[in-house]
Nanobody, 133 residues
Framework: QVRLVESGGGSVQTGGSLRLSCTTP???????????MSWIRQAPGKGLEWVSS?????????YYADSVKGRFTISRDNTNNTVYLQMNSLKTEDAGVYYC??????????????????????WGQGTQVTVSS
C-alpha cells in the first residue's frame, strides 16, 4: 500500500497562484518507483477531471488537460520525493478538491479524457482549492 499526501491548497482570488505538493511519507524512495504521477480534481457536484500527469523518474514527459494548459505546470523532485502542481492565473472553474494519484490513462494524452477512480492505483486524500472572484 502506498500513501500519498497532498498539501498546498487554499483560497485565492481569480488570477492568483497556488502550488500543490504530493509526497509519500514513510516511503523514502516512494516516488522513484512510481513512473507516472497525476493530478486529478473534483469540483463540487461534478465528476473527476484529469488535470495533468508527469512521467519519470528518468524521463520527464508532461501532459495537461486543455483546460489548464499554459497555466499549470507539473513537476517532480525525486530527491525530495515530491510531485508539484504550480497553478497560475487561477479561475473560478479551477476550484475543487485536488488529488494526486499514481498512473496515467493513455487516452489523456490528447488533452481531454474521461476517467474513473479505477484508472489510478493509489490516491491521496485531496487538498481543497477555492477560487473566488
Amino acid at each position: 500500500q502506498v500513501r500519498l499526501v497532498e498539501s498546498g491548497g487554499g483560497s485565492v482570488q481569480t488570477g492568483g497562484s497556488l502550488r500543490l505538493s504530493c509526497t509519500t511519507p514513510g516511503h523514502a524512495d516512494g516516488l522513484a518507483y512510481m513512473y507516472y504521477m497525476s493530478w486529478i480534481r473534483q469540483a463540487p457536484g461534478k465528476g473527476l477531471e484529469w488535470v495533468s500527469s508527469i512521467s519519470g523518474p528518468g524521463s520527464m514527459f508532461t501532459y495537461y488537460a486543455d483546460s489548464v494548459k499554459g497555466r499549470f505546470t507539473i513537476s517532480r523532485d525525486n530527491t525530495n520525493n515530491t510531485v508539484y502542481l504550480q497553478m497560475n492565473s487561477l479561475k473560478t472553474e479551477d476550484a475543487g478538491v485536488y488529488y494526486c494519484a499514481t498512473n496515467f490513462p493513455p487516452d489523456c494524452r490528447r488533452g481531454y479524457c474521461t476517467i474513473s477512480k479505477k484508472d489510478f492505483q493509489y490516491w491521496g486524500q485531496g487538498t481543497q482549492v477555492t477560487v473566488s472572484s
